[in-house]
């Protein structure tokens, strides 16, 4: 079992930045990808970005490409994501996520994902 707790989240003015962490837990953790995914009420859970575990291949989700940066410390056993340029609109509680695959894909959608952390809420104002 891997546990997934997530930090970082706060109020930040728009044009701002912020970082979340991730932090893993468990016996089983290693070789996963790890990916954040982010929900605004009324809306289904987004794909915000992801990271194979050798670092060697990142996606991020449209709406976010050029503006965050997905990372991991593996001798950590932690996740970061750097949000720079944020936007009202990218308000929205954020979720850790990590597959159980062992393998190097980077997955986009939420069912490629077997463990969630509690998610942390990130509120940009205008």
């Known amino acids: 079992q891997v546990q997934l707790v997530e930090s970082g989240g706060g109020l930040v003015q728009a044009g701002g930045s912020l970082s979340l962490a991730c932090a893993a837990s468990?016996?089983?953790?290693?070789?996963?990808?790890m990916a954040w995914f982010r929900q605004a009420p009324g809306k289904e859970r987004e794909f915000v970005a992801a990271i194979n575990w050798a670092g060697s291949t990142r996606s991020y989700g449209s709406s976010v490409k050029g503006r965050f940066t997905v990372s991991r410390d593996n001798t950590k056993n932690t996740e970061y994501l750097q949000m720079n340029s944020l936007k009202p609109e990218d308000t929205a509680a954020y979720y850790c996520?990590?597959?159980?695959?062992?393998?190097?894909?980077?997955?986009?959608?939420?069912?490629?994902?077997?463990?969630w952390g509690q998610g942390t809420q990130v509120t940009v104002s205008s």
């Open positions: 996520a990590a597959s159980a695959k062992d393998d190097l894909y980077t997955y986009t959608q939420t069912a490629d994902y077997d463990y």
């Open positions: 468990g016996r089983t953790f290693g070789r996963n990808t």
